[in-house]
């Protein structure tokens, strides 16, 4: 399985701001996905990110508000973009194995005031 | 749109207590079933997973999953837990050309 790795690890944030949140992983990957989990709950996919072309984002979830970059088979950032309460989760990557699986990185955790 | 339900959200059992958690899952096609598991303060974790072929599937630190195809059950089982398996459980589905959907955890706490 791939390891992979996240930037920051967690972060406080003012809101109006944003957060850029980078993915790495330690070989070539097609499919990376998005994730966040809110505090007590399950994991809601925000978008899948290939490379090569553009994000495809889950419905509630739009680019404006979450833009994801996806320049190589081994990188990928999330923005939040001006921040609210609301916001404030664990932000997860993932990448897609073999067999449809996907391998989880640590997460980020965003707290905003 | 398929889905995901686990029909327990917090399990307490003394260790060596056998433990089965459901997952049951709506989607009529064939789909693929995973068990991940995140511990305190940890990432998530791959622990089982199911594509074809023996409906029972072992996975690692003792775990093993039936797949029940008439009853769209993936249910978790251990026959004897320990203190170390204290974490949080998610059942998963990916069907074919559609993502992964989780089901909302189970959290399974053992007292030593």
């Known amino acids: 399985s791939a390891v992979i790795s996240q930037k920051p690890s967690r972060d406080i944030c003012q809101r109006g701001t944003s957060l850029t949140i980078q993915c790495q992983v330690d070989?070539?990957?097609?499919?990376m996905f998005w994730y966040r989990q809110q505090p007590g709950q399950s994991l809601t996919l925000i978008a899948t990110?290939?490379?090569?072309?553009?994000?495809?984002?889950e419905s509630g979830f739009v680019i404006d508000k979450f833009p994801i970059s996806r320049p190589n088979l081994t990188f990928s950032t999330l923005t939040v973009s001006n921040m609210s309460p609301e916001d404030s989760s664990i932000y997860l990557c993932?990448?897609?194995?073999?067999?449809?699986?996907?391998?989880f990185g640590p997460g980020t955790r965003l707290t905003v005031t | 749109a398929q889905s995901v339900s686990q029909h327990n959200h917090h399990v307490i059992l003394s260790e060596a207590a056998s433990l089965e958690l459901g997952c049951n899952y709506s989607?009529?096609?064939?789909?693929?079933l995973f068990w991940y598991v995140q511990y305190p303060g940890q990432h998530l974790q791959l622990l089982l997973k199911y594509f074809s072929g023996d409906p029972l599937v072992k996975g690692i630190k003792g775990f093993e999953a039936e797949f029940i195809k008439s009853k769209f059950s993936f249910n978790l089982r251990k026959p004897s837990v320990q203190w170390s398996d204290t974490a949080e459980y998610f059942c998963a589905v990916n069907a074919p050309l559609n993502d992964m959907r989780f089901g909302a955890g189970t959290r399974l706490t053992v007292k030593p």
């Open positions: 993932s990448v897609g194995g073999t067999s449809y699986e996907q391998y």
């Open positions: 990110a290939n490379q090569g072309s553009e994000a495809t984002y």
């Open positions: 989607y009529g096609g064939t789909v693929n």
């Open positions: 070989s070539q990957v097609t499919m």
